[in-house]
């Protein structure tokens, strides 16, 4: 008997390894575990070492298809030199429909399916003239999802800038929002990227579903808010499903050999790894502090550490271009600071293998600025963080994570507002490490690790929930049909 056709989707990420990351994952999920063909359509950012190092990883097995789109052309699309990053990314992915759309009418036979990532809504109307389903992926929680959209009606409701409200931001159902916790393109109406941000809050209801990467235990309450009626029929048109966590495999050598030799000699849970995600950075200043915040708690360490920024154009706190070689770096450390913590502690320079570090036994805390892939990787390593939001949606990532999920202790002050001093760093990271908070934030975490693990697995919550969507997949590509 011939084999039933699988069902082709094609995936389209925007630039940026937070992006990038979680769209290969989900590729990878539905081949693997659901029986799709997928072809990831990647819009490149700048040509960087780790994203390369991303696909390659990504097609070996090769699971999936990845095509590059061509580099979007800026300079044609007049963006200012502080352009904030919601701003480019949503020009990068406006610049890449023409590419895009030729990309799909190359493929040999068109997809069954659409799916597009956050900063991608604008290309879901291709779905239409494919005459296809078509989904949005947001890889970041239920919580962030809610303020994104209902972002339309507190436009109309609240006068003046969200930061300087007295009051709570209310989202129907669910844990209302600190004025000072709002996500980056809510800091400044009259900024290109809130406009950006509210028509992605308008076009997500263009799909017809919205896959996100929690599970259902994680965020129970806000899923259920989000599948009311207060949500269902006006922001979100079809299902919302979990599908996570959804975060890249451990690789067998990931650690290359010297640093797994290092952590294999440090003992069960004592490290800390301090890292800011693919572009989290900070002033001098602070760089400084959280040196000698460290050197004085005694722990041990792992930091990947980039160079600081001069000036923050946006406030933002992101920048993937600051590398700095060693001597550039160590210039930005207390003198003899390497020298003095030789015996606990390792800096890795730019990017390291944050994951494959996460997985090991002696990593005990994760000193992180939230971003949600890093989130996920810390719960599903069952390691505790203290939380240091910079950009995006990390503040709101950081009180979630604080006020309901209970994994993260954080400082006083927001690391993005103030400077966080070092003897607030060097007690946050004993706390961690080596104090009963610690000890009873890492059981937490590690019942949130079993859980997640029950969900992506067959028969679980987050497995169902893709099952669904390719249901769901079949009976409007079915419908479709019909009607033509
Ligand atoms: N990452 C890494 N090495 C680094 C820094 C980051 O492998 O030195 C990975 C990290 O494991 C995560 C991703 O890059 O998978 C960052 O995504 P996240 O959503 O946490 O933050 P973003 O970079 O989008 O702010």
């Known amino acids: ?46 040509a ?10 990504a097609m070996t097995p090769k699971l999936l298809d990845i095509v590059e789109l061509p580099a979007p052309d800026l300079t044609a699309a007049g963006l200012g030199p502080n352009a904030s990053m919601v701003e480019r990314l949503a020009v990068m992915m406006r610049e890449a429909r023409s590419a895009f759309r030729s990309a799909l009418k190359a493929m040999e036979a068109p997809p069954d399916v659409l799916i597009v990532d956050l900063f ?45 409200q007295t009051e709570l931001l209310k989202i129907p159902g669910c844990k209302p929002v600190r004025p ?94 301090v890292s800011f995600g693919s572009g989290g950075t900070m002033s001098a200043e602070q760089l400084a502090e959280l040196a000698w915040g460290l050197e004085l708690s005694r722990q041990r360490f792992i930091w990947i550490l ?15 271009g600051k590398g700095g070689g060693d001597d550039e770096l160590s210039s930005f450390l207390p003198d003899e600071f390497a020298v003095r913590t030789r015996d606990v502690g390792l800096i890795i320079p730019l990017w390291g293998p944050q994951l494959d570090i996460l997985s090991h036994p002696s990593v005990g805390g994760f000193l992180s600025h939230c ?32 006020e309901e999920i209970g994994v993260v202790i954080r400082p006083k002050e927001l690391p993005s507002k103030k400077i966080v001093g070092r003897e607030e760093i060097e007690k946050l990271a004993r706390m961690i490490i080596a104090k009963k908070e610690g000890h009873q ?44």
């Open 1 to 46: 008997m011939e084999k039933p056709k699988k069902l082709h989707a094609a995936l389209l990420s925007s630039p940026g390894m937070g992006h990038l990351i979680p769209i290969m994952e989900l590729g990878k999920c539905l081949v693997a575990d659901h029986g799709f063909e997928v072809t990831i359509f990647v819009v490149p950012s700048q």
């Open 48 to 57: 960087s070492r780790a994203e390369a190092e991303i696909i390659d990883s």
């Open 120 to 164: 991608g809504t604008e290309h879901l109307c291709m779905g239409d003239e494919l005459r296809i389903p078509k989904y949005v992926y947001v890889p970041s929680n239920a919580w962030f999802l809610a303020l994104l959209l209902h972002s339309p009606v507190l436009d109309k409701e609240v006068k003046g800038e969200y930061v300087d």
């Open 180 to 273: 000072e916790d709002v996500v980056d393109p809510m800091l400044d109406r009259s900024n290109q990227q809130y406009h950006e941000y509210l028509r992605i809050a308008g076009e997500i209801a263009m799909g017809d579903g919205i896959l996100l990467n929690v599970w259902e235990d994680l965020q129970a309450e806000t899923l259920a808010a989000l599948r009311n009626e207060e949500f269902l029929g006006r922001a979100v048109n079809g299902p919302v499903y979990t599908v996570g966590p959804l975060i890249r495999p451990v690789r067998p050598a990931g650690l290359g050999k010297e640093l797994l030799e290092w952590l294999d000699k440090q003992p069960r849970e004592s490290v800390l790894l």
């Open 306 to 320: 980039r160079k600081p920024i001069v000036e923050s154009l946006d406030g933002s706190f992101f920048d993937v």
């Open 371 to 402: 971003g949600w892939n890093s989130t996920l990787e810390s719960i599903v390593n069952g390691v505790p963080m203290i939380a240091w939001p910079l950009y995006a949606e990390q503040r709101q990532n950081a009180t979630l994570l604080a």
């Open 441 to 484: 934030m890492r059981a937490r975490v590690k019942e949130l690790k079993s859980t997640a693990e029950k969900a992506v697995t067959k028969g679980g919550t987050s497995y169902e929930s893709l099952r669904r969507m390719k249901e769901d997949c079949k009976m409007r590509i079915h419908q479709i049909n019909k009607a033509h």
